[in-house]
C-alpha cells in the first residue's frame, strides 16, 4: 500500500521561508505526478504545485508562481516544496498527493493516494 508522510509545516512570520517534505513509499515517483495541495480554514482545497512523473513538468499555482518551487530526489523518493516570501494568505494544511494519470492534473480526484497532511501558519 503506497504511503505518503508530509514534514515541515511550522509557524512562519510574513516574508519568512518553509521546506516541505512529502516521503513516498510503496510507489515509484517515475510512475506517479506529485502535487502538492493546500487548504485553508473555511475553503476548498487547491492545487499549489505539481511535478510529472517524468520530472520534466512542473507547475504552479498563480499565486505561488515565483515564490515556490517543486522538486524531487528519486533516491530518496521524496518531493520537497520550497516555499519563499511567505503571505497569510499561504497558511493552510498542506497535503502531498500521487496520481497516475497520462497528463498532470490539478483535480483532487485524479490523485489516488494522499499523505495525511502538514500545517502551515503564517503570522507575526
Known amino acids: 500500500q503506497p504511503h505518503l508522510v508530509e514534514s515541515g509545516g511550522g509557524l512562519v512570520q510574513p516574508g519568512g521561508s518553509l521546506r516541505l517534505s512529502c516521503v513516498v513509499s510503496?510507489?515509484?515517483?517515475?510512475?506517479?505526478?506529485i502535487a502538492w495541495f493546500r487548504q485553508a480554514p473555511g475553503k476548498e482545497l487547491e492545487g499549489v504545485s505539481l511535478?510529472?512523473?517524468?520530472?520534466?513538468?512542473?507547475d504552479y499555482a498563480d499565486s505561488v508562481w515565483g515564490r515556490f518551487t517543486i522538486s524531487r530526489d528519486l533516491a530518496k523518493n521524496t518531493v520537497d516544496l520550497r516555499m519563499t516570501n511567505l503571505e497569510p494568505e499561504d497558511a493552510g494544511i498542506y497535503y502531498c498527493?500521487?496520481?497516475?494519470?497520462?497528463?498532470?492534473?490539478?483535480?483532487?480526484?485524479?490523485?489516488?493516494?494522499w499523505g495525511q497532511g502538514t500545517q502551515v501558519t503564517v503570522s507575526s
Open positions: 511535478i510529472s512523473h517524468g520530472g520534466a513538468v512542473t
Open positions: 498527493a500521487a496520481a497516475r494519470i497520462v497528463i498532470p492534473s490539478w483535480l483532487t480526484r485524479d490523485y489516488t493516494y
Open positions: 510503496g510507489l515509484s515517483l517515475r510512475d506517479y505526478h
